[in-house]
């Protein structure tokens, strides 16, 4: 699958921002969000599962970012609110590298277990 993520920007602290990421098919796979900053590793900061119904934050960004998807339209979205200079990254999505069983499937944080990474999008947060 090929993804294309796209919404991002330069935004001030407080604002907010969406990020979407378009699948170039139907994925069955929980999707995640991930980011890196300069000088850092790439970090997991949430996750979907295939039919919306799990989701999965790490915890700098749990309050303030939504994860949802929408599979008529293979995009997933992140609403990224109260946007901190901290969160300054290129973030990416990915698919998980296997097909959920259960619709209640649970999402890993594991940056090992996605795989079809997209190209990136950068978001600055000015102070």
């Known amino acids: 699958v090929h993804l294309v993520e796209s919404g991002g920007g330069l935004v001030q602290a407080g604002d907010s921002l969406r990020l979407a990421c378009a699948a170039s098919?139907?994925?069955?796979?929980?999707m995640g969000w991930f980011r890196q900053a300069p000088g850092e590793q790439r970090a997991f900061v949430a996750g979907i599962n295939s039919s919306g119904s799990r989701t999965n934050y790490a915890d700098s960004v749990k309050g303030r970012f939504t994860v949802s998807r929408d599979n008529a339209k293979n995009t997933v979205y992140l609403q990224m609110n109260s946007l901190k200079p901290e969160d300054t990254a290129v973030y990416y999505c990915a698919a998980d590298i296997y097909e959920d069983i259960s619709p209640l499937a649970t999402v890993s944080p594991a940056i090992h277990d996605f795989s079809s990474w997209g190209q990136g999008t950068q978001v600055t947060v000015s102070s």
């Open positions: 098919e139907r994925t069955f796979s929980a």
